[in-house]
């Protein structure tokens, strides 16, 4: 908690990276949480293309803190057949809150045809879906701008915001022209002035927090908030209220 | 707590702030003062700063550029930069005889066709060893075998790695392990829990605050640092004393002096 905002991470992974020093042990991650006033933290596990695998994995860390971490629910177009099995389970029996896809684990940008179930099946539930964005060709932002208005029960939040700035500006621009388009702050290229910037040029009821954690502190990301010359109202948007309206919360 | 502001509570003494523009991204302040604004915004008093034509085209050139940054009041220090070359190292002898010098900087040396190894860097770095001018090495552009093998030769020299990332998280131990003067500059590294784990491992003696501006914003690593288990005197070693302690002596003439 933050000055009375209740404070949501919107972009966290359950899932052992060791190489990366990523290790997803809740005692290391709540510490963090709780040092720097993050109250939740959403988290997906990216690292299995059967989906099922890393959806249980999510599962049974959720279960050990459920007030603490939100469950999002990850399928691939790798195993097409699965997908819509796969969601449906993740939603209705695991009470996963959302969807989270990863286009660089697979050949298809984000806009072509293998990734349509899963966009039709979050528009038929009004769910939230965030995607990492970045300069890989099948994650670039100006695509989710293509698919946005195909799909506009959906929500959808560009992971990282693009990332560099080139694809910021896509990502941004899709924002613009999208209103069920959101962005999602967490990156390891801390720019001067990049809050501000979408801020400013998406609004602030349009930028979620995200830490990436346990690939990053959780507390670095949350001072690129805290930090940014944007007022206070701007803020609480960020840290929590936009997240809480996406994922329909009540607690 | 946590607060929707922030300002630091112990002094901030920045180790890394690149100045001037790059050939392809003009930088954000353009002058002293520009620069000074955006330290007092974020609560930074003092910066150590090297120019960011040093690191992409000549260190030669680049030194000069940084002259027009520097005044006497002493909140910018300079960062000199070099090549094992006779025009570098007389640029360094130069400076160093007006007692200019507190630090230098060596960039991507893969980049720059030599490799860290001692039969190219021995005679650069035993004349820093020599004159006790502590060297800063950007971790991006370094091989972490090499940094070993060249280092461990000079086990006196004071030296900082700048810009580790998660990418560097298996170097980071051994590196500090095997080079016990080497410190931890920690612009990029994010790793979650790891700057208490490296603090209780390794003391945060180690450890130097630097936000690498204008790369990066000056605020968030400093806001993180300030959340962490650090006592009150780790958090005021990290965010500034080391610095002062790895600058040494040579930091009072240094600073605020400008060419002749």
Redesign the interface.
């Known amino acids: 908690m933050?000055?009375g905002?209740q404070v949501i991470d919107f972009h966290g992974h359950v899932g052992r990276w060791d190489?990366?020093?990523?290790?997803d042990e809740p005692a290391?991650?709540l510490?963090?949480m709780d040092?720097?006033?993050v109250d939740r933290a959403c988290v997906f596990n990216i690292f299995h293309p059967d989906g099922t695998t890393g959806n249980d994995l999510t599962a049974r860390f959720v279960a050990q803190h459920p007030a603490r971490f939100i469950g999002f629910a990850y399928v691939s177009p790798l195993m097409p057949e699965r997908m819509l099995p796969e969601l449906a389970r993740a939603i209705d029996s695991l009470r996963f809150a959302a969807i989270k896809l990863y286009p660089p684990y697979t050949p298809w940008p984000l806009n072509e045809t293998p990734w349509e179930p899963i966009y039709r099946f979050a528009n038929a539930r009004g769910l939230a879906v965030i995607l990492h964005t970045g300069s890989e060709p099948q994650s670039l932002p100006r695509l989710v701008g293509e698919i946005a208005p195909r799909y506009p029960r959906a929500n959808f939040v560009m992971g990282h915001s693009g990332n560099t700035p080139a694809e910021r500006d896509q990502a941004i621009a899709a924002a613009q022209a999208n209103p069920n388009v959101y962005l999602e702050t967490c990156s390891?290229?801390?720019?001067?002035?990049?809050i501000e910037q979408l801020v400013n040029e998406a609004g602030a009821e349009r930028v979620l927090y995200g830490s990436d954690?346990?690939?990053?502190?959780?507390?670095?990301?949350?001072?690129?908030i805290?930090?940014?010359?944007i007022t206070?109202a701007a803020?609480?948007q960020i840290l929590g209220d936009n997240a809480r309206r996406l994922l329909r919360l009540t607690g | 707590m946590t607060s929707l502001t922030f300002r630091p509570r112990v002094p901030v003494f920045d180790a890394n702030v690149r100045v001037g523009d790059l050939s392809a991204q003009p930088a954000p302040c353009r002058d002293r003062a520009a620069l000074l604004a955006e330290m007092d915004r974020y609560g930074v008093e003092r910066a150590v700063i090297y120019h960011a034509l040093t690191e992409e085209v000549s260190p030669v050139e680049g030194n000069l550029l940084l002259e027009p940054w520097l005044d006497a009041n002493a909140r910018l220090v300079p960062q000199w930069s070099a090549l094992p070359t006779a025009a570098s190292l007389a640029q360094l002898q130069a400076l160093h005889d007006q007692r200019r010098i507190s630090s230098v900087r060596l960039h991507d040396t893969r980049v720059a066709g030599l490799p860290f190894r001692p039969w190219a860097y021995d005679h650069l770095l035993a004349w820093l060893n020599a004159q006790r001018i502590p060297v800063w090495i950007p971790l991006p552009g370094a091989d972490a075998d090499e940094l070993v093998m060249t280092l461990q030769d000079h086990p006196d020299l004071v030296s900082v790695l700048v810009g580790a990332h998660y990418t560097h998280h298996l170097q980071v131990r051994p590196l500090l392990a095997r080079l016990p003067n080497t410190h931890l500059e920690l612009s990029r590294y994010e790793p979650i829990g790891e700057i208490e784990a490296l603090a209780d491992e390794f003391g945060a003696e180690r450890l130097v605050y630097g936000s690498w501006y204008s790369q990066y914003a000056m605020g968030p690593m400093l806001f993180y640092l300030h959340h962490t288990d650090l006592s009150q005197e780790e958090l005021a070693l990290v965010c500034a004393g080391n610095l002062e302690r790895i600058l040494g002596p040579t930091l009072t003439e240094a600073e605020g002096r400008v060419a002749p």
């Open positions: 933050i000055d905002i190489r990366l020093g990523m290790l290391r991650m510490h963090a040092a720097g006033g390891t290229f801390r720019t001067p002035g990049v954690q346990p690939l990053m502190d959780p507390r670095s990301q949350l001072g690129k805290i930090t940014a010359q206070d803020k609480c």
